[in-house]
Each structure stands twice: as C-alpha cells, then as structure tokens.
C-alpha cells in the first residue's frame, strides 16, 4: 500500500521558518516526481515545489522562489520543503504528491498519490 505521510505544520509569525517533510513507502518512486501542493480556505489547490525522484531536477512557483527549498533524502525516502521568511499568504494545509508526468505538473489530477495534509498557519 502506498503512503505519503506529511509532518511538520505548525503555527509560525511572520518571517519564520518550518520545514515539512514527506514520508514515502509502499512501493518504488524512481519514475516519479513529488511535488509540495497548498490549498487555502476557498481557493485552488497550487502546486508550490516539486522534485525528481531522483534528485536532480526541482521546480519552484514564482510566489516562494528565494524563500523555499525543496529537497529529498533517498536513504529515508522522504521529501522536504524548507520555508524560509514565511508570510500570511502562505498560510494553508500543504499536501505531498506523486506524479508520473514530469517535475512540476501544475495539475492536482496528475498526482496518483496524495498525503493527507498539514496545516501551516503564518501569523502577521
């Protein structure tokens, strides 16, 4: 049974930091990408960061380029997302995402395998 398992939310001021890591397990992920998605009250569900199951290739919405880092850990199978100078606007649940279509695949209908979320509240 495949799992991403999402950790790491919390509740931050304005220009701090967390990071959200993504457990994988439950099958191989060598031919997928993972992106990071959020999704605030009443709007779309965004992607904000992918990776290559490999590694080497990421992707990084203009909205939180210079501000967050997306990387993998193979020997954990696990993906992070540093966030750095955290802002109001990033406030939302942010979900991890496998996808066979590629780093970066903007739609959440892409994704094959979903976490289950965690919240991340920014206050101003």
């Known amino acids: 049974q495949v799992q991403l398992v999402e950790s790491g939310g919390g509740l931050v001021q304005t220009g701090g930091s967390l990071r959200l890591s993504c457990a994988a397990s439950g099958r191989t992920f060598s031919s997928y990408a993972v992106g990071w998605f959020r999704q605030a009250p009443g709007k779309e569900r965004d992607i904000v960061a992918a990776?290559?199951?490999?590694?080497?290739?990421?992707y990084s919405a203009n909205s939180v380029k210079g501000r967050f880092t997306i990387s993998k850990d193979n020997a954990k199978n696990t993906v992070y997302l540093q966030m750095n100078s955290l802002k109001p606007e990033d406030t939302a649940v942010y979900y991890c995402a496998a996808t066979q279509w590629g780093v970066g695949t903007p739609s959440p209908d892409k994704y094959n395998y979903w976490g289950q979320g965690t919240q991340v509240t920014v206050s101003s």
């Open positions: 990776i290559s199951w490999s590694g080497g290739t990421t």
